[in-house]
């Protein structure tokens, strides 16, 4: 109750400071981690702080490739790529962009401590060629290179110095520095104060090298947990856009005047994994069931994702067999197709694993990361227990969540993948199927590995070829398919609301780009 209040409190302090024309009140359910670029993998705290830092390259509102801090490239050998950086661009607090913090900055995106260590993999080193050129050094080559540095931000070499903040901090782990609350990029938007799970204050940058699409002045970021709370401020005048919009709240929204909503189909896959380790965390037998496929089958089975989607997600949901959504490479409508639901045959298979009373294990979920994430765990548990399972379910905040998850401390576990910032399925045979090792595997449930899918993996890290590139993709998610290492669930609604007032664009990826948004006048 006393967060409820103290988010609306925020929230009418908004109204009560008299936004201008171009200010942009923007709420969403809950903050970032924090500021620094190579801090976290999550893709909403990635998206804002793009807002403030910028990458050699971007995608634009189609989600096409287009140039940013570096003007052209090209490929000097397979190895190796050179970049011409944009001449003249600055950083927030004057410095002059150049070479060496491209150099630095996403040498610190690979250090080994960063959780952004995986979305730029086989980069080795980066050479400076001279002050607006630079040479990124690969292991082999790299048919999704610019994918991934969509999602490298470029920090000034000599403000991290300055702040002894030279080496990545990992935010997911609850680390903090001098870069959590503070920033210095040369993006379209400018830090101007930040309060932690209060507000995040931004305004243009009137220096910025690109000629702008919006015309925002300032953008006051403010997290609402509570979804009553957030529609009840856009609603009223005091916020001008939400994100999510919740989805039973969808009818009243588009009923109420001056506002509408925004809602497309998404790539984000919400997906269950499984741990195949030697033994349970929490659990009521010896060893561990979850390693018999036969069982990971019945889990499967015994979801009914048609009441999932028409109850829960209001019929706006797209159930899926599939671990990527359907524009992303590597997708095969074969793969896509989910078994269906029939509880029976989950009992008879764990009957004939050798678990005919079901089992007890832990079942984690976030409770605030995942369109109706709690409600849909909570439905899950309820039809495992009629499979004769006895799940015990967790719903925690994110951040309990995903650290339980990066120290695979949770035997069955929500996660949603987008393949961002590749756009490719790579990024899941990657970060979710591949054997646990150096910068692979970050995601991959605890215990599994298939030679096959790895060495499908490594090859397809470096096939140049496309067609060649998305076979061996289909391939091995089809292996994994078979193994039942994930449950995909469904690809998630994208569910927005704004005042009449804002325009903005919204692409497949979920992602705000408030660089694209314009508030009448």
Known sequence: MLRLLMMSAAASAVLAAGASAETLRYATARDVYGLDPHGVTDSFTNIFTHHIYEPLVRYDAELNIEPALATRWEVIEPTRVRFFLREGVKFHEGQDLDAEDVAVSL??????????????????????????????????????????????????????????????????????GYTTNNANGTGPFKLESRRPDAMNVLVANEGWWDTPAHNLTRIEHTPIASDATRVAALLSGEIDL???????????????????????????????????????????????????????????????????????????????????????????????????????????????????????????????????????????????????????????????????????????????????PMLDGFSVLSAMLATTEGEYGTFTPAGYSNPRVDELTKAIATEMDADKRSAMMIEALGLAKEDYVWIPLHQQPMSWAARDTVELPQAADDLVRLWYAKVAK
């Not at 080193?125 to 470029?154: K, M, R, W």
Request: hydrophobic content about 45%; proline content about 6%.
């Open 107 to 176: 040498m610190r995106m690979v250090n080994e401590k960063s959780p952004m260590k995986g979305n730029l993999p086989g980069l080795k080193a980066v050479e400076v060629v001279d002050p607006l050129t630079v040479d990124l050094i690969l292991d082999g080559p790299s048919p999704i290179l610019n994918n991934y540095l969509t999602n490298a931000f470029i920090m000034d070499k000599g403000w991290l110095e300055e702040h002894d903040a030279v080496a990545p901090i990992d935010a997911s782990q609850g680390e903090e």
């Open 242 to 420: 939400i994100e999510p919009a919740p989805l039973q709240d969808a009818a009243r929204i588009e009923e109420a005047d001056g506002v509408h909503m925004l809602e497309n189909a998404g790539l984000r896959t919400i997906l269950l994994g499984i741990n195949h380790g030697d033994a349970l965390v929490d659990g009521n037998v010896e060893g561990n069931p979850l390693k018999d496929v036969r069982v990971r089958k019945a889990l499967t089975l015994a979801i009914n994702m048609d009441l999932i989607r028409d109850k829960i997600m209001r019929g706006k949901s797209r159930n899926t067999g599939s671990m990527i959504a359907p524009q992303v490479r590597g997708y095969s409508d074969e793969l896509d197709a989910r078994a269906p639901y029939d509880v029976e045959a989950a009992k008879a298979l764990l009957a004939e694993a050798g678990y005919p009373e079901g089992f007890a294990f832990n079942f984690n979920c976030p409770n605030d990361r995942y369109v109706n994430d709690e409600a849909i765990c909570q439905a899950i548990a309820a039809m495992w227990a009629q499979a004769g399972l006895e799940p015990r379910l967790v719903t925690e905040p994110r951040q309990m969540h995903f650290q339980k998850v990066d120290n695979h401390a949770v035997d069955v576990f929500m996660l949603g993948w987008a393949t961002l």
